[in-house]
């Protein structure tokens, strides 16, 4: 049971964990799978992101004594399910890509929302140490959003409309 916004923060906290944990696992499959050069650099570079986002929520947990859980994301689970249903589905590399740009968009959009949501959290139970952390790994998210837009807009949607 959560009774206070603490204990809320800190599910959270374990839910964004998790979610950048499986986005770990996620993210070089979609790089392997992408056929434009672009676009397996992003999903590489969103991957080192990742793994740093997750580094500070799990120093955010520890400076807290709490730890995380094996409790999964099932939101972020079930956008990767379905980026790998796209991935079998998909009848030709550059619709793939394409595809795989509309479902890392989904991911990046609820990274952004889960971090802004912590943000606030932060703000309201005063916890400024975590804040920094936390603002650092939206920004990463909302950029990691835009390269995937640009790349998109740039040449991969072209292509796949050809």
Not at 18 to 37: R, V, Y
Not at 81 to 93: D, G
Not at 127 to 146: Q, V
């Amino acid at each position: 049971m959560i009774d206070t916004l603490e204990q809320l923060y800190v599910q959270q906290l374990r839910d964004l964990f998790s979610a950048e944990t499986l986005l770990c696992d996620a993210l070089g499959t979609l790089a392997n799978a992408a056929t434009h050069k672009d676009l397996r650099e992003a999903f590489e570079v969103h991957l080192e992101q990742s793994r740093q986002q997750r580094h500070r929520i799990d120093q955010i947990l520890e400076s807290i004594g709490e730890q995380p859980t094996d409790t999964v994301c099932a939101p972020m689970e079930g956008m990767i399910a379905a980026s790998n249903e796209m991935i079998r589905e998909a009848s030709h590399e550059n619709i793939r890509d394409a595809g795989l740009i509309a479902m890392a968009q989904r991911i990046t959009h609820y990274e952004a929302a889960a971090y802004s949501t912590v943000i606030g959290f932060t703000h309201a139970l005063k916890r400024k140490n975590d804040r920094r952390p936390m603002e650092d790994s939206l920004r990463e998210s909302r950029e990691a959003s835009e390269n995937l837009a640009r790349i998109a807009t740039r040449t991969v949607d072209r292509a796949a409309a050809a």
